[in-house]
């Protein structure tokens, strides 16, 4: 079985064109608020604070519900004349989560990552 | 702390962390991570790939979001000859365990594992004793907190610096 990609860290803000992630097939795991959901598509939009991104559903089995916060781990993809979509592998529902410690956490996460790497 | 207490301690280790441990020459049951032998491990992750074998193993990769952990759950206790020594009734009972295990890992759950650190092609992999599926979205959030907190106050203060 051949090593998945991890999908990185990253929040919806964070997903510029200037920013590293911003490559078309990069891993990511983005997190977000479900504000619409095309049933004939299976494209849906996640939004968190300002920025949304369009996630390609199509591969997963899940309950889509408007409102709920969801997360996805896939794939970049920038065609184009087209905005940025993620192709989901994986999806799940994580209402409940704190997404002010989320943020927060991610921070750290990346200080102390960067501390070990250089150590 | 005495370096050797980690020795059989699950460690909360992240995935890129994990992966960076070493094999030590001549024990093939533990790992080094910054000179501290260590021969257990804790990760908490999304479960991202699974390829089941009935009656043998379940392999599957776990993304906590700074990398991905292989792990392999062994699904063979009542043919192995490992357990030929023990009690069918006990086999039995670490067979149902082990089979209810895969049958919770699932694409797309949270799940903490725990387990032996093993290598196999080279490649580091957990050899799976435990697995919890965490329904708390906010589990992963503390795992991450819980394994800075660790690393930082716990696991580098036992770090034997490399010989001069």
Not at chain 1, 77 to 84: K, N, R, T, W
Not at chain 1, 99 to 119: E, K, P, V, W
Not at chain 2, 106 to 124: D, E, K
């Amino acid at each position: 079985m051949a090593t998945v990609a991890s999908g990185a860290l990253v929040s919806l803000e964070e997903l510029v064109p200037s920013s590293p992630y911003f490559k078309h097939g990069v891993s990511l795991r983005v997190t977000g608020k479900l504000q619409e959901y095309n049933v004939g598509t299976a494209v849906a939009v996640i939004v968190d604070k300002n920025a949304s991104l369009e996630i390609d559903t199509r591969h997963l089995n899940l309950n889509l519900r408007v409102g709920s916060i969801f997360q996805f781990i896939g794939e970049l993809h920038l065609e184009p004349d087209h905005e940025a979509i993620l192709k989901a592998r994986v999806g799940r529902n994580v209402d409940g989560m704190d997404l002010n410690l989320y943020r927060q956490s991610l921070q750290l996460l990346r200080d102390f990552q960067a501390g070990q790497l250089n150590s | 702390m005495d370096a050797h207490q980690l020795l059989n301690t699950h460690v909360k280790l992240l995935a890129f962390d994990f992966l960076t441990l070493k094999p030590i020459p001549y024990d093939s049951a533990s790992f080094s991570r910054k000179g501290t032998r260590l021969s257990r491990a804790e990760t908490v992750g999304v479960i991202v790939s699974r390829d089941f074998k009935p009656n043998r193993f379940l392999k599957f990769d776990i993304d906590d979001g700074t990398g991905c952990i292989s792990c392999v759950l062994w699904l063979n206790q009542e043919s192995s000859r490992h357990f030929s020594r023990r009690s069918p009734s006990h086999v039995r009972l670490i067979s149902q365990m082990a089979a209810d295990f895969a049958s919770q890992v699932q694409i797309g759950v949270l799940a903490r594992v725990r387990g032996r650190i093993t290598s196999f092609r080279g490649n580091l992999q957990i050899t799976v004793s435990d697995v919890v599926i965490e329904r708390d979205p906010n589990s992963q959030i503390l795992h991450w907190l819980d394994c800075l907190r660790l690393g930082r106050n716990c696991y580098d203060k036992v770090a034997v610096p490399p010989k001069a």
